[in-house]
T-cell receptor
Framework: KQEVTQIPAALSVPEGENLVLNCSFT??????LQWFRQDPGKGLTSLLL?????REQTSGRLNASLDKSSGRSTLYIAASQPGDSATYLC??????????????FGEGTQLTVNP | GAGVSQTPSNKVTEKGKYVELRCDPI?????LYWYRQSLGQGPEFLIY????????DSGLPNDRFFAVRPEGSVSTLKIQRTERGDSAVYLC???????????FGQGTRLTVV
């Protein structure tokens, strides 16, 4: 059974700092990995999708890397801003025919960026 | 539509009642997923539809939970004889095909009192 772990559970940083969120998964047979952002009381916003054949993806100040063999992904946020405060969730998909893009999620990292 | 739409956004019901939660996926998306998220946890998979059929319902916790997608678009999650432990946010997601990016709705917050 796939298990996804995110470290740290919570993180508080001053504005402008670069930071790294970590995600690990136990079964390396994944199809892709997605990072999401969730604001309080809201749904999930997709940030980055990395296919299993890729090593990283970038979008603006965000960079996500994937090391499938070691079961790890990191989300790097450059020059953090108060507006980045949210919970960040990592999820992996096995992608088999019967389960489509069924995602297994970590419990998230709650990020607070202080002005 | 422009995004995944879920209604209602909030639902309060009494223990033992029946509820229906609706999901309207992105137009043209053939894959639809339901997840349940408890406070402080990541979402947990409930059921996956490919078109009209439930391809994987292994995440449904018991037979009080049922979901349909009769025309391959809108889906309804049905919960019978609700219990206080069913209180959670129910999230719906859709994707254009197997293995592609999933887009989530805003969720329905269900509270069973």
């Amino acid at each position: 059974k796939q298990e996804v772990t995110q470290i740290p559970a919570a993180l508080s940083v001053p504005e402008g700092e670069n930071l790294v969120l970590n995600c690990s998964f136990t079964d390396s047979a994944i199809y892709n990995l997605q990072w999401f952002r969730q604001d309080p009381g809201k749904g999930l916003t997709s940030l980055l999708l990395i296919q299993s054949s890729q090593r990283e993806q970038t979008s603006g100040r965000l960079n996500a890397s994937l090391d499938k063999s070691s079961g790890r992904s990191t989300l790097y946020i450059a020059a953090s801003q108060p507006g980045d405060s949210a919970t960040y969730l990592c999820a992996v998909s096995r992608g088999v025919k019967t389960s489509g893009s069924r995602l297994t999620f970590g419990e998230g990292t709650q990020l607070t960026v202080n002005p | 539509g422009a995004g995944v739409s879920q209604t209602p956004s909030n639902k309060v019901t009494e223990k033992g009642k029946y509820v229906e939660l609706r999901c309207d996926p992105i137009s043209g998306h053939t894959a639809l997923y339901w997840y349940r998220q408890s406070l402080g946890q990541g979402p947990e998979f409930l059921i996956y539809f490919q078109g009209t059929g439930a391809a994987d319902d292994s995440g449904l916790p018991n037979d009080r939970f049922f979901a349909v997608r009769p025309e391959g678009s809108v889906s309804t999650l049905k919960i019978q004889r609700t219990e206080r432990g069913d209180s959670a946010v129910y999230l719906c997601a859709s994707s254009s095909n197997r293995g592609t990016e999933a887009f989530f709705g805003q969720g329905t917050r269900l509270t069973v009192v």
